[in-house]
T-cell receptor, first 114, second 116 residues
Framework: SQTIHQWPATLVQPVGSPLSLECTVE??????LYWYRQAAGRGLQLLFY??????ISSEVPQNLSASRPQDRQFILSSKKLLLSDSGFYLC?????????????FGQGTRLTVV | AQSVAQPEDQVNVAEGNPLTVKCTYS??????LFWYVQYPNRGLQFLLK??????LVKGSYGFEAEFNKSQTSFHLKKPSALVSDSALYFC??????????????FGQGTTLQVKP
């Protein structure tokens, strides 16, 4: 079966510090990968998605970047965090090139920028 | 712009009563439709989806959803609510224009509170 791991679960970082959140998927190959942000416990906003190694699409302009160095690894980064980067970050995967497939989510990372 | 609306921030229901969580969408073409549930400080769990076919879709934990094309709605239902159903529920759509990317547009979520 497929599993998705996301870490850390919680993170408190000072403004201006770097960020690295990691997500890995097991039990599948060539997944679509996604980073979402959830603000104030409500709606989710898609930040990045990837359909393959090194292929990253950004959905919104922001202070964050994403990378996919391996097939099942997706990393969310920032060089200098802003207060507005605080939120709940969720990694997800879905089957590649399969219309109508559902996404499977990790447990999320609660990021607080202080 | 393509969007998903969940008109109720919160739905309150007594245990044992039926529940409905509403969702409408504004999308070009025929989208794929999804419901997810989120417990506090956790990721989203997939409940059910509509791709094509029968308008009534059955999913996990006794939930079902009814697709209504003319009203562009996809309401989540359960015949008898449990206290353990209390959570945040999200409706999501994947428009045809998103093709095989799997990207989803989410509603703002509805908090379901089931009281004993």
């Amino acid at each position: 079966s497929q599993t998705i791991h996301q870490w850390p679960a919680t993170l408190v970082q000072p403004v201006g510090s770097p960020l690295s959140l990691e997500c890995t998927v097991e039990g599948t190959s060539n997944p679509n990968l996604y980073w979402y942000r959830q603000a104030a416990g409500r709606g989710l906003q898609l930040l990045f998605y990837s359909v393959g190694i090194g292929q990253i699409s950004s959905e919104v302009p922001q202070n964050l970047s994403a990378s996919r160095p391996q097939d099942r690894q997706f990393i969310l980064s920032s060089k200098k965090l802003l207060l507005s980067d605080s939120g709940f970050y969720l990694c997800a995967w879905s089957r590649l090139m399969t219309s109508g497939t559902e996404a499977f989510f990790g447990q999320g990372t609660r990021l607080t920028v202080v | 712009a393509q969007s998903v609306a969940q008109p109720e921030d919160q739905v309150n229901v007594a245990e044992g009563n039926p529940l409905t969580v509403k969702c409408t969408y504004s999308v070009s073409g025929n989208p794929y439709l999804f419901w997810y549930v989120q417990y506090p400080n956790r990721g989203l769990q997939f409940l059910l989806k509509y791709i094509t076919g029968d308008n009534l879709v059955k999913g996990s934990y006794g939930f079902e959803a009814e697709f209504n094309k003319s009203q562009t709605s996809f309401h989540l239902k359960k015949p008898s609510a449990l206290v353990s159903d209390s959570a945040l529920y999200f409706c999501a759509v994947s428009p045809p224009s998103y093709s095989n990317t799997g990207k989803l547009i989410f509603g703002q979520g509805t908090t379901l509170q089931v009281k004993p």
